[in-house]
């Protein structure tokens, strides 16, 4: 059996393929967005490599990511129900933050980022979760609506995980 070629040339001319298979110019928000996703896994995948202690949670979330890209990358409602995180998602994820939050002290400033490497690695994921955010407002509201809880408290997760990581490497805070 012959093994499947990477390359395709179907984008060569600027478009590229939605996931229902319409073809879209791929500086389409819908592809955007997708690019988007791939970008925040590899950053969480850094973010897993840095801080071991949280690799199950962080992997569960890049697997919710594949989900939450497909959504956007889905035109129609054929099939549509296939592209949805669980009903509970947000709630898990806000369950996650108040247990890791009630392990930290109290914030009472600004801090910087750069205390240690795994800290600077989940902030460098948290920045690209807020940047997905961004660009997922350009979206229409159903794929925003889909997507955006889920994006905002993963990137309070992140802010949280990143502090959690630098008091782990017995790093101070640095208020600003």
């Known amino acids: ?79 549509a129900d296939r592209f949805q995180l669980e009903e509970n998602a947000v709630d898990d994820m806000e369950t996650l933050i108040d247990d890791v939050q009630a392990n930290l002290p109290p914030l009472k400033h600004f801090i910087y980022p750069g205390q240690s490497e795994a800290g600077c690695r989940m902030h460098q994921a948290r920045v690209v979760a807020r940047r997905v955010e961004r660009n997922l407002a350009l979206l229409p509201t159903d794929k925003r609506n889909a997507t955006v809880p889920f994006i905002n408290r993963l990137s309070d ?20």
């Open 1 to 79: 059996m012959a093994e499947t070629k990477v390359y395709t040339r179907g984008g060569d001319t600027g478009e590229t393929s939605m996931l229902s298979g319409e073809r879209v110019s791929k500086a389409d928000p819908h592809i955007a967005a997708v690019g988007d996703f791939d970008e925040l896994s590899v950053a969480l995948g850094f973010a897993r490599l840095a801080h071991p202690k949280r690799n199950d949670i962080l992997k569960d979330i890049q697997q919710k990511l594949y989900i939450l890209s497909a959504a956007v990358s889905y035109q129609g409602d054929k099939h």
């Open 157 to 176: 997760l992140l802010f949280l995980l990143a502090r959690e990581a630098d008091k782990d490497a017995g790093a101070q805070e640095e208020n600003y």
